[in-house]
């Protein structure tokens, strides 16, 4: 099982940055897609970001592209999500996610659905006041 743990989190005024981690521990294997996912309050949970642990590759959700930047650190097992231009609808909790698949790796593709990831951090509250 894989363990994540996020950090990074916390209150910022609109058009402000932050970056968020998330490290990875116990069985991690090369062949996966980490994933961020946020929650607002009475809101489903909606994919923000994925990137390909091998190639890199990465996606977004429309509603983060040009502002967010997902990037990995192989050698600390770690994923970071630079957030700048930040909004107040932006305000959730952020949660960082993990699935191993050989498939997903070899063909580079970057699943968006929350049931597609099968490891989870517990997450970090981002709140971007006005």
């Known amino acids: 099982q894989m363990q994540l743990v996020e950090s990074g989190g916390g209150l910022v005024q609109t058009g402000g940055s932050l970056r968020l981690s998330c490290a990875a521990s116990g069985r991690t294997f090369s062949d996966r897609v980490m994933g961020w996912f946020r929650q607002a309050p009475g809101k489903e949970r909606e994919f923000v970001s994925a990137i390909n642990w091998r190639s890199g590759s990465t996606s977004y959700a429309d509603s983060v592209k040009g502002r967010f930047t997902i990037s990995r650190d192989k050698a600390k097992d770690t994923v970071y999500l630079e957030m700048k231009n930040l909004k107040p609808e932006d305000t959730a909790v952020y949660y960082c996610?993990?699935?191993?698949?050989?498939?997903?790796?070899?063909?580079?593709?970057?699943?968006?659905?929350?049931?597609?990831?099968?490891?989870w951090g517990q997450g970090t509250q981002v709140t971007v006041s006005s």
């Open positions: 996610a993990a699935v191993v698949s050989r498939y997903y790796s070899d063909y580079d593709f970057l699943p968006t659905s929350s049931s597609d990831f099968g490891s």
